[in-house]
């Protein structure tokens, strides 16, 4: 599986590392977008359907910076984009529950959001972010198999 730029060797050490770098870039990005959606969607829909919405818009924030990216990090190979996004998921879930803790939300709070029986869908935002460089890696090839014909 080639993501579209070079076909070089990556070392695990650098696919490691620019794994962190565009988590960095998925965190900064979804904490500005709960940020908004706290101000601009939440008054007008309540905190439960905002945070259903929210896990969609973040779907799509996620995808889009994978597929923006994914050439730089260097995933060439099926089990390499299965390595980053579990290093995303990683760091992710650690962030999610740190925050939530750090301000103040019972662990009770932080879960209902993964929970589907009580409205949550964190969970299939995990998902996404869990397969999105994957799926970053193998549009951008088929992209470019499709250009170059």
């Known amino acids: 599986m080639s993501s579209g730029t070079s076909t070089a060797k990556v070392s695990p050490a650098r696919l490691l590392g620019r794994s962190v770098v565009v988590w960095c870039v998925l965190a900064f990005a979804e904490t500005i977008h ?53 290093v995303w998921l990683v760091l992710m879930l650690a962030f999610e529950v740190g925050l939530g803790r ?20 964190m969970i299939l935002g995990m998902a996404v972010l869990f397969l999105s460089p994957l799926l970053a890696a193998r549009t951008r090839a088929w992209r470019n198999t499709h250009e170059a014909q």
């Open 34 to 86: 709960g940020v908004l959606r706290g101000l601009l969607v939440t008054p007008a829909l309540g905190d439960q359907r905002a945070r259903q919405l929210g896990v969609l818009v973040g779907a799509v924030i996620i995808l889009a910076i994978a597929w923006l990216l994914i050439g730089w990090v260097g995933a060439r190979t099926t089990s390499q984009s299965f390595a980053v996004g579990g």
């Open 102 to 121: 750090g301000l103040g939300f019972s662990w009770e709070r932080i879960w209902s959001d993964y929970d589907p029986t009580r409205g949550g869908l």
